[in-house]
């Protein structure tokens, strides 16, 4: 796959309808793993035929392997839309692609560059090294920027350092665009960047906070990782080789809040929503997407199942999981204006169900820690400060604690930030729900939504013990009693 190649490809085939070497780079991306390049790249490739001016500079903060694949190739990748047939279609939005560790001058020129007026970060959320209120300045990354701040490695530490540069140089600041499953994802975004800069230079602190913008926005497509036989499935019919192509479903939303100070791209001449009802719409996602997904995940892998689609099959899970989005997660939601609950609820379920996809349960069930939280423990919250029950929200937060005992006593690491607090909880689990349970809560950086609730605490407790040993006839034991209980 190159620029060369492009003109060789089977009609069928969807191409960049632009002149790549007429546009220029605008945008700055943190984070080009596959979502990225399956959503907001695509949104940029149909915007660039009339907007030229805002091509991607891809930058990986660790790793070298998306730049030593996608160089080569000019930054051409294939998107495979996977509907029945899947849609194969080249994506040209990146025109550069560079790893931090690595091209530290060419990342800093591209941060200082005029022509870069946004920054865009898809970095999962430990990316963000966040705190309660700011940024987390004990989590290494951090540190190692505060002591370093021309050697950044963190997102936040690479964000302020171009930000210096700029001022230094007397240029307005970027926008930064946070495009990760978080609530409020750009106010937290700026609280990290302005908290962080504010222990270098308040002075700095003051300047971005006035002049900077940090719009909030809502990400939505389900985005399996690549695999082996979506390669070959792509060489096939492609008749050349792309070493690392990406799949999604057919369905994208992008919704994100207007508030872009340093100017920004027709976003919504290629179908963005731009909405000042944001928070409706983050949460509504992470809610009644994210939240049945991670649901899915622990209780559909202890279950011994493997992707979502298979999930759906079962009766047991995938009746419990809508009446958790019907009946619990629901009405704890203020939607905007236009969204009907059970209408997005129906069509959730439909694309949980599509089976040209093949979702694992195990890339879902990555990062607990950081993802448990804001999916399920903000509901739990609301739900309790609105005195409703939390039996049936707390089964997936169980399932999740009985899934890191799983792992931790299997001598299994864990992909998740926290591995090593929760493989010792994990391990020294007993089966006991109260000792167990316990163990967990202490992690307050978790549990923080709903700390010290004994409501809480009791139901978790509950749930844990629902689950009895866990086994997959267990599990579906406890998903019949919990599913039927209440009828809120
Ligand atoms: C998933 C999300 O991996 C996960 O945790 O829940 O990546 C989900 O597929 C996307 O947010 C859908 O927009």
């Not at 060789?8 to 793993?33: C, E, K, M, N, S």
């Not at 978790?446 to 997959?472: E, I, W």
Request: charged share 25%.
């Amino acid at each position: 796959m190159s620029d060369a190649t492009l003109r060789r490809l089977p009609v069928q085939v969807q191409r960049p309808a632009y002149d790549r070497d007429a546009t220029r780079i605008g945008v700055v991306h943190f984070g080009p793993g596959a979502f990225h390049r399956a959503h907001q790249a695509v949104y940029l490739d149909d915007l660039l035929a009339s907007e030229p001016d805002w091509a991607i500079c891809a930058v990986s903060l660790h790793s070298a392997g998306v730049r030593d694949a996608l160089q080569p190739q000019h930054g051409l990748y294939t998107l495979a839309l996977m509907d029945e047939p899947p849609r194969l279609r080249v994506v040209g939005a990146i025109r550069e692609v560079l790893c931090a560790p690595q091209q530290r001058d060419a990342v800093m020129a591209r941060l200082a560059d005029p022509a870069v007026r946004l920054v865009t970060l898809t970095i999962t959320e430990k990316g963000y090294c966040l705190s309660a209120d700011g940024v987390d300045a004990a989590h290494p990354d951090i540190a190692h920027d505060l002591s370093a701040p021309d050697a950044p490695v963190s997102a936040i530490g690479w964000l302020v350092a171009g930000l210096r540069a700029r001022r230094a140089a007397g240029l307005a600041p970027y926008t930064m665009l946070s495009c990760d499953n978080l609530a409020d994802n750009g106010l937290r975004l700026r609280r990290a960047v302005v908290d962080f800069a504010r222990r270098l230079d308040p002075a700095l602190a003051d300047w971005i906070d006035a002049e900077a913008s940090f719009p909030r926005s809502m990400v939505d497509s389900i985005t399996p990782a690549s695999d082996d036989a979506l390669r070959a499935r792509v060489a096939d019919a492609l008749g050349v080789e792309d070493v690392w192509p990406v799949q999604r479903e057919p369905y994208m939303q992008w919704v994100v809040e207007d508030d872009f100070r340093a100017g920004r791209p027709a976003f919504e001449r290629v179908g963005v929503v731009m909405s000042d009802e944001i928070a409706g719409f983050d949460r509504a996602k992470l809610r009644l997407l994210n939240a049945p997904h991670s649901a899915l995940a622990y209780l559909g892998s202890l279950t011994g199942l493997e992707t979502v689609a298979e999930a759906m099959r079962d009766a047991a899970l995938a009746g419990f999981v809508e009446r958790l989005m019907r009946a619990d997660i629901a009405p704890t939601l203020a939607l905007p204006e236009g969204l009907d609950a059970n209408a997005y609820i129906d069509a959730i379920l439909e694309r949980f169900r599509n089976p040209a996809i093949v979702h694992r349960l195990s890339q879902i069930a990555w990062d607990g820690s950081q993802k448990v939280p804001v999916r399920l423990l903000g509901t739990i919250a609301d739900a309790l400060a609105a005195d409703r029950p939390v039996d049936r929200l707390c089964l997936p937060v169980a399932g999740w604690l009985r899934f890191v005992v799983r792992q931790a006593q299997a001598g299994v690491t864990l992909v998740d930030p926290m591995d090593a607090a929760l493989s010792h909880a994990g391990r020294a689990a007993t089966g006991d729900a109260a000792h167990d349970v316990a163990g967990f809560l202490a992690l307050e950086a978790v549990f923080a939504p709903c700390a010290g609730d004994a409501r809480f605490a009791a139901a978790l407790r509950g749930a844990y013990a629902a689950l009895g040993d866990a086994t997959p006839a267990a599990v579906r034991a406890a998903l019949a009693t919990v599913a039927g209980e209440g009828d809120a």
